[in-house]
């Protein structure tokens, strides 16, 4: 079992940046993937980002690559995403997500088992 509780969302100009973290419990961490997924009022949810269990590989999607990073840090239990350039159109609910180590990293929301409640990201123009 893991609980992942995010936090550093907030209200930004488009061209700031926002630096989200997702703090895991449980001593199992640096056995799962994490990632991060965003849902915008009245849309699915998307994925964003993810990150393999030693660091060595990233995933990212096509309208974040070259602005957000995806990092994480095993002895904290943490995960993060630096959000860069930011614009309106990244305005959502940011959520982590856990799921199990496969050949490939997950980009659906269906590849992970634990979520965290969500942080609001507002951007405006």
């Known amino acids: 079992q893991v609980q992942l509780v995010e936090s550093g969302g907030g209200l930004m100009q488009a061209g700031g940046s926002l630096r989200l973290s997702c703090a895991a419990s449980?001593?199992?961490?640096?056995?799962?993937?994490m990632g991060w997924f965003r849902q915008a009022p009245g849309k699915e949810r998307e994925f964003v980002a993810a990150?393999?269990?030693?660091?060595?590989?990233?995933s990212y999607a096509d309208s974040v690559k070259g602005r957000f990073t995806i990092s994480r840090d095993n002895a904290k239990g943490t995960v993060y995403l630096q959000m860069n350039s930011l614009k309106p159109e990244d305005t959502a609910v940011y959520y982590c997500?856990?799921?199990?180590?496969?050949?490939?990293?997950?980009?659906?929301?269906?590849?992970?088992?634990?979520w965290g409640q969500g942080t609001q990201v507002t951007v405006s123009s």
């Open positions: 997500a856990a799921g199990p180590s496969l050949s490939r990293l997950g980009v659906t929301p269906n590849m992970y088992n634990y």
């Open positions: 449980g001593r199992t961490f640096s056995s799962y993937v």
């Open positions: 990150i393999s269990t030693r660091s060595v590989s990233t």
